[in-house]
């Protein structure tokens, strides 16, 4: 199929889907308005209006098709605006068709110009880069207003509860002045407050909601309503409270502005040299036709693949550098339903029992780095990478034959020898090479064979062009035999299988610092709590403990067994959790809170507030250090394509080139000499 039918089945295929959900539009369109026209409830004259965003995600959430990526959009405005079942759709429905249509722009600008794997590669690429943009920006942006607004809320919020004293009344009051975002955060927030049973709501808002400013505003708000507000050095413990979660608000805006300034366009520069590949190798087989054999053989196909691998692994990076997604507990229904399957369930036995000491270690990592899996769906989630893996690796080694069969099928550089003959006869004597070459792989061929049928047919007039064409014949032959499967390849694949096998684990490995960064915080909130407590009559240390756990995330599990376990003695159960998590800060605060048994809260935890104040000011200048590496890291992350793409794609060819040439020189010289 040549450009101009390419883009004749392009424009024909995008007016029928045009065509087609137009009429679909239509039918939709009519059926809601007949319903909203003559329907029960409608109690004035007006002519009801449409909501169009409203009918497409309608259409589009029952496509099989789109259905599983519009959930994973309303999935994340779910947290920034919850309750607001209409306007989530209506935000994912818009952000959903800013992305198809990018999409489509791609898929025609690159079609357009050709049908090749390269174009079908770059375009899938580019694809995931354009959407997965468009859905980062969106997301940053959302939150980045979230934050600034909540920052505002908790200034008014402060201000009304200086002047009644009441928490539920200023939390409403500051909501009335507030907007969207953060005004259904507060409405949630002022329904828990005034709940009876706020128990159920809370649970649920913080299972939906994982950021933790919200939910420290939230366990404040509900610590403070239930035992009181006392005055610590004549300052209210609320409003004190309020003033370091702005610090911390503070900071956290002033880190994400400056990772977003100093990574802007890092990922563009990444992204950007995969799409001269085809330009470079064009410009290079003009200069020096001889490269052809290279860029449309194995190794510029396999160069191909790993410069488009370095790429997406550099892409991936600088995204979560830049972007530091805090973890939240995930749904993992796939691997559930996979790991319960009878044969997938005894294969998976027979692994963890033969590497039983292996198993115990990989759980306590997977619990130690925050992973939602158990130890079985994690193998079966590497299993599964290993298998991809291969079935890749497979795949591109048939394609790598097929694309070297094709390379000896079509014309190409002559031997040394015919450097003398005109450019037709070169040409015309390419084509009967060809021809032959056809011919003779539908049978078995000798050099004899070759020579008897060349001259025989008499197709090509001269001696010596004969014996040389039946030469290169042959050669081309026995080449193009040559290409299948062999055993090596084989080992090849079974090793990229064992390597992806390993790739869930290298993420965690490389996630382990995020983790821990993640764990200062949550014992930086464990602080607040035990700030708040501290001054309470009737706190102790189980009351501590539930509070803990309902500001954790990462340690919650290790608390609700502790919690479950502290009737049957508290010395015991804080030892095991020590055991459990032996992360030095917690391990610390655990220690504090074993010595309030015999001294008292007030006196264990009496140096808590200073390493508060020193927790804010390490954690400004950690910020800014990390910061600084992740900008120096990310640029030099950011030019690795770049690098890759000039020494390996342009420099590597023409030396390796330019060494056969002079070795063919070299040969010709010493056989003059002999």
């Excluded at 993420?507 to 709590?529: G, H, N, P, Y």
Aim: charged residues 25%; contains cysteine.
């Amino acid at each position: 199929m040549n450009n101009i039918a390419m883009i004749r089945l392009v424009f024909v295929l995008l007016c029928v889907s045009v065509t087609g959900f137009a009429v679909l539009w239509y039918t939709l369109k009519n059926r809601l308005l007949f319903r909203e026209y003559y329907s029960i409830y409608r109690t004035d004259n007006r002519k009801p209006g449409v909501d169009y965003w409203c009918l497409l995600y309608d259409f589009f959430i029952h496509f099989l098709l789109t259905r599983g990526f519009l959930r994973v959009l309303t999935g994340k405005y779910e947290i920034l605006y919850p309750g607001e079942d209409r306007r989530i759709e209506k935000k994912a429905i818009r952000l959903a068709v800013k992305i198809w249509g990018t999409g489509a722009v791609i898929l025609i600008i690159f079609f357009s110009f050709n049908n090749s794997w390269y174009d079908i590669l770059l375009a899938v690429f580019y694809l995931y880069v354009a959407g997965n943009g468009l859905i980062l920006f969106e997301e940053q942006k959302e939150k980045k207003k979230l934050l600034l607004q909540f920052d505002g809320f908790l200034s008014e919020v402060r201000q009304y509860y200086q002047m009644h004293g009441m928490i539920d009344e200023a939390v409403y009051e500051a909501m009335e002045l507030c907007k969207n975002p953060i005004k259904l955060h507060a409405k949630f927030i002022y329904g828990i407050l005034t709940e009876v049973e706020e128990d159920k709501k809370r649970e649920e808002y913080n299972r939906h909601i994982p950021d933790r400013f919200l939910k420290t505003f939230l366990n404040l708000c509900l610590i403070i309503q239930k035992f009181g507000d006392p005055e610590v050095n004549g300052q209210s413990l609320f409003l004190m409270n309020i003033r370091y979660l702005r610090q911390e608000i503070h900071i956290e805006s002033l880190k994400r502005d400056k990772i977003r300034h100093l990574f802007s366009g890092l990922t563009l520069v990444a992204v950007f040299p995969v799409m001269l590949l085809k330009h470079i190798e064009d410009w290079a087989v003009n200069s020096l036709p001889q490269l052809d054999n290279f860029y449309s053989g194995t190794p510029g196909i396999l160069l191909t693949f790993f410069i488009f691998l370095l790429t997406f692994l550099s892409y991936q990076l600088l995204i979560a550098m830049r972007e530091e997604r805090r973890a939240y507990q995930k749904d993992n229904t796939i691997l559930q339903a996979f790991s319960k399957r009878k044969g997938i369930s005894r294969l998976l036995d027979i692994i963890l029992e033969k590497n039983y000491g292996r198993a115990k270690k990989k759980e306590e990592f997977l619990r130690l780095t925050g992973e939602n899996l158990t130890v079985r769906q994690f193998t079966l989630k590497s299993l599964l990478y290993g298998i991809s893996g291969f079935i890749i690796c497979i795949l591109l080694i048939f394609f790598i034959h097929g694309a070297n069969k094709e390379l000896k099928l079509k014309p190409g550089e002559l031997p040394y020898a015919t450097s003398a003959l005109s450019e037709d006869k070169a040409k015309a004597l390419s084509e009967h090479i060809i021809s032959y070459t056809r011919q003779f792989l539908k049978e078995k061929a000798t050099l004899d064979k070759i020579e008897k049928t060349i001259e025989i047919e008499g197709s090509i007039k001269e001696k010596y062009l004969q014996k040389i064409a039946a030469e290169d014949i042959y050669i081309r032959v026995m080449r193009i035999k040559a290409e299948y499967f062999k055993w090596y390849e084989l080992i090849a694949a079974f090793m990229t299988s064992l390597g992806f096998y390993y790739i869930p684990s290298a993420i965690l490995m490389l996630l382990k610092k995020v983790r821990q960064r993640e764990m200062e915080d949550e014992v930086f909130s464990f602080q607040s709590v035990i700030l708040i407590l501290m001054h309470m009559k009737r706190a102790d240390i189980p009351v501590i403990l539930e509070w803990m756990e309902e500001f954790s995330h990462i340690f919650r599990d290790s608390l609700r067994v502790c919690n479950t376990e502290l009737p049957k003695g508290e010395w015991e159960a804080l030892e095991s959790l020590k055991k459990k998590e032996p992360f030095k800060p917690f391990s610390k605060l655990i220690e504090e809170l074993q010595n309030s048994d015999k001294i008292g809260l007030k006196r264990a935890f009496d140096d808590v507030e200073q390493e508060r104040a020193n927790y804010l000011e390490k954690r400004a200048l950690d910020n800014e250090i990390s910061i600084q590496e992740k900008a120096i890291l990310g640029k030099t992350i950011a030019f690795i394509p770049f690098a890759l793409t000039v020494g390996l794609y342009i420099i590597l060819p023409f030396v390796l080139e330019g060494l056969g040439m002079y070795k063919v020189y070299i040969d010709q010289i010493n056989g003059a000499g002999g």
